[in-house]
């Protein structure tokens, strides 16, 4: 049985939760060891990573909140399984192109190596959670019983 009340204490306990909170500190550490650099060596290279980032960063925190309040329930018209596995995927694929060319345009610059290894981490929590929610979104329906 689900507990009830406006807060869900265990999600953050939880492996799912973890892996969220995991995700957004990868990120928020990949976004400031770019941003903070000085010694950008190509601009738009390393705008693109900082667009990547911060967006990403700021859904998933919009996911984690959903999940910790619940929210998710009060609006059911919504496939939010199947959301959050595009979501996942998509930011796996953009993260990863981010990170690929941050590594390349880093030219031996210790902040920008740091940003680009971060988003590689963050890539492969993203493919973790991508790999979780394809079971619960994609996953083997249950068929109903012979005739």
């Given at each position: 049985m689900a507990p009830s009340g406006l807060v869900?204490?265990?999600?953050?306990?939880?492996?799912?939760?973890?892996?969220?909170?995991?995700?957004?500190?990868?990120?928020?550490?990949?976004f400031?060891?770019?941003?903070?650099?000085?010694?950008?060596?190509?601009?738009?290279?390393?705008?693109?990573?900082q667009v990547v980032t911060l967006w990403f960063l700021v859904t998933f925190l919009i996911f984690l909140f959903m999940h910790i309040f619940r929210l998710q329930s009060k609006m059911p018209c919504i496939n939010w399984a199947l959301t959050?596995?595009?979501?996942?995927?998509?930011?796996?694929?953009?993260?990863?192109?981010?990170?690929?060319?941050?590594?390349?345009?880093?030219?031996?610059?210790?902040a920008l190596i740091a940003g680009s290894v971060f988003g590689f981490i963050a890539t492969v929590l993203l493919a973790i959670s991508v790999c979780r929610s394809y079971r619960v979104a994609c996953g083997s329906q249950p068929t109903s019983g012979t005739r």
């Open positions: 869900d204490p265990g999600f953050l306990r939880s492996s799912e939760g973890s892996l969220s909170v995991a995700q957004t500190v990868a990120l928020l550490i990949a400031l060891c770019v941003h903070c650099s000085s010694w950008w060596t190509d601009f738009s290279a390393f705008r693109y990573f959050e596995f595009l979501h996942y995927a998509v930011g796996m694929l953009l993260i990863f192109i981010a990170s690929l060319v941050a590594a390349v345009k880093s030219r031996g610059i210790f």
